[in-house]
């Protein structure tokens, strides 16, 4: 059995020890939790919770096909998937899809434009030698749908995808770093990748590189990892590692001649680090401070842009070169009074950074989260219909709550909104109309929840509030909690009362009963006859 192979980086031990306190605070200790997905990508010679503490951020990993990953990652994408969907969709060059080719040390992109046809397509390919870069796969194919839908479960962040068939004797980007983690799934032919270190300082970048000169890789880069990928291998990339890939000759664990490629790429963690998280922590705490502190609505000086700025620097130069000795004391005397300001509040800032600012900061970006991802796999349609009232002694139908990591619940004295992603639309997953406008997208806005503007009739309405957001009583919070606590088991309705009102018994009954009434009616529930168990 051929080994999974795990390649060392340089790391400072203080970055080493950061990405392991990190890993230890986002990583629960059991193997469970994580999809299929994930298990199958890593191999059974790496487990998720080794990948996240030893390897994810810190190192490339290559893991060899075994058993029946052939099979499973043909069905991802193909040459001839590719060419079905040219025939069947309206698909442009540029939106969702890239031709180009590598030559003479340069990316060299085809300038077309429109609706890419099959018969183009396919002479740039197989005639002209130019790799065909094509955006959003999931979108069209089934299996990379599940697979992205199941990582974003697993990293709680947008994955999205692109596929690259490039011909034999061929290679189609310069070397360069992503900004994102990458898993690469090999569907066909086989492809020679060189993997080489960080630039030095800059690891886990925050941006895309440029297109780099291939022999200055070559010569002053560390090389990692020489390998080719064969069918059903699989290959993580961190961000910031420097690669290029090609299938034009072997390697000295290859000695197979060139083929064409074909390989998936899935990609998540695009500025998703604590730097992001920061960024928008800022707002909610600036809010607060304006607020609460005075200090934080004066006024700036009015000659601010000349205490700090380049045209204060070109002024104070003026008068050194004219000897004001005076005024150019009172000038630096203003610099350093402002400075010292903007350096207080900042600390005074960091005040309302508590676990209220946090927690809004988490929720806006879990609810942004959630609004954009993919929607589970067969439900594109909105699965919410009317129903009979449930009977509480009915022990025949059991119930569930859909996947708690598809949803994310935010609860208030004005309702407990549930924001899932059931109805989100699979053919805008990370595309040009997937724009992040709350309001034209028809999506809902984190920084308001649906009826706060009629607080009485919000009182009393249960049930589907908009699209994405499912808005029950407040004090329904405890079911909903009961339900994401017992999953994946299924319960019945006097179950699940009798959990209710062992929290509350003056109101378990009525509080189960209107809570499902809005889960059921929006969707929510997973529902099955309860089946007979067998005695032994």
């Known amino acids: ?76 994408f193909s040459y001839q998937v590719l060419l079905n969907i040219l025939t069947n969709n309206q698909i442009y060059y540029n939106e969702s899809m890239t031709i180009c080719v590598y030559k003479d040390g340069k990316r060299q992109v085809a300038e077309l434009d429109g609706r890419a046809t099959k018969e183009q397509v396919d002479e740039l390919y197989s005639k002209q030698n130019h790799t065909i870069q094509f955006y959003r796969p999931q979108v069209f194919s089934d299996p990379i749908w599940r697979l992205n839908h199941e990582f974003e479960n697993d990293f ?29 799934i090999q569907t066909q032919g086989r492809k020679r990748w060189r993997i080489f270190e960080p630039l030095e300082g800059d690891e886990l970048p925050r941006d895309h590189s440029n297109d780099m000169d291939l022999a200055v890789v070559e010569n002053n880069h560390k090389l990692l990892l020489d390998i080719t990928l ?58 607060r401070a304006f607020e609460e502190d005075p200090a934080f609505r004066i006024g700036l000086p009015i000659d601010y842009a000349t205490l700090g700025g380049s045209s204060g620097v070109q002024v104070n130069r003026y008068l050194e070169d004219v000897k004001e000795e005076e005024e150019i004391e009172e000038r630096s005397e203003k610099s350093a009074k402002f400075i010292s300001t903007i350096r207080e509040m900042f600390l005074k800032l960091a005040r309302y950074v508590d676990q209220d600012s946090i927690g809004t900061c988490c929720d806006e970006m879990a609810i942004d989260f959630v609004s954009h991802r993919l929607p589970p796999i067969g439900r594109e349609e ?36 549930i924001f899932h992603c059931n109805q989100n639309d699979r053919s805008a997953h990370m595309g040009p109309q997937d724009a992040f406008n709350d309001e034209e997208e ?24 908009g699209e994405g957001v499912v808005v029950i009583h407040s004090k ?9 606590h017992c999953y994946p088991n299924y319960l019945t309705i006097s179950e699940l009362t ?17 809570s499902m009434l809005g889960l059921r009616s929006s969707g929510l529930l997973e529902e099955r006859t309860r089946q007979p168990k067998i005695a032994d």
């Not at 001649?257 to 998703?272: I, P, R, Y």
């Not at 699965?383 to 569930?400: A, C, S, T, V, Y």
């Not at 009798?498 to 189960?512: F, M, N, R, S, Y």
Request: charge should be negative; hydrophobic fraction near 35%.
């Open 156 to 184: 709680g962040d947008l994955v999205g995808a692109s596929v690259y068939l490039t011909p034999p004797n061929s290679q189609g980007l310069a070397p360069h770093h992503d900004d994102v983690e990458v898993f690469i």
């Open 442 to 465: 028809g999506q809902p806005d984190p920084n308001k929840h649906p009826q706060e503007e009629d607080e009485e009739e919000e009182e009393d309405e249960i049930g589907l509030q």
């Open 382 to 417: 909105p699965q919410g219909k009317p129903h009979n009232p449930l009977d509480p002694n009915d022990n025949k139908i059991e119930f569930r709550i859909c996947n708690p990591k598809t949803i994310h619940i935010v609860t208030k004295e004005s309702g407990t909104h």
């Open 230 to 287: 064969q069918p059903g291998d699989r290959l993580y990339l961190p961000r910031g590692f420097i690669h290029y890939a090609t299938t034009a000759t072997s390697t000295s664990t290859s000695t197979e001649g060139a083929t064409s490629s074909c390989h998936v790429t899935v990609s998540t963690f695009q500025k998703h680090s604590f730097t992001d998280f920061l960024l928008n922590l800022a707002p909610v705490a600036l809010r």
């Open 476 to 484: 329904c919070s405890v079911v909903v909690a009961i339900l994401v």
């Open 1 to 76: 059995m051929r080994k999974t192979r795990v390649h060392p980086t340089s790391s400072s031990p203080a970055a080493k020890k950061a990405r392991i306190e990190a890993a230890e605070g986002k990583v629960e200790i059991s193997n469970d939790r994580w999809t299929r997905s994930l298990k199958w990508f890593l191999g059974p010679e790496t487990t998720p919770l080794d990948f996240f503490q030893n390897i994810f951020e810190q190192k490339p990993l290559h893991i060899r096909a075994q058993g029946d990953d052939k099979k499973e990652a043909a069905e991802f």
């Open 498 to 514: 009798a959990k209710v009102t062992a929290i509350d018994a003056a109101e378990g009954g009525p509080l189960t009963a209107m």
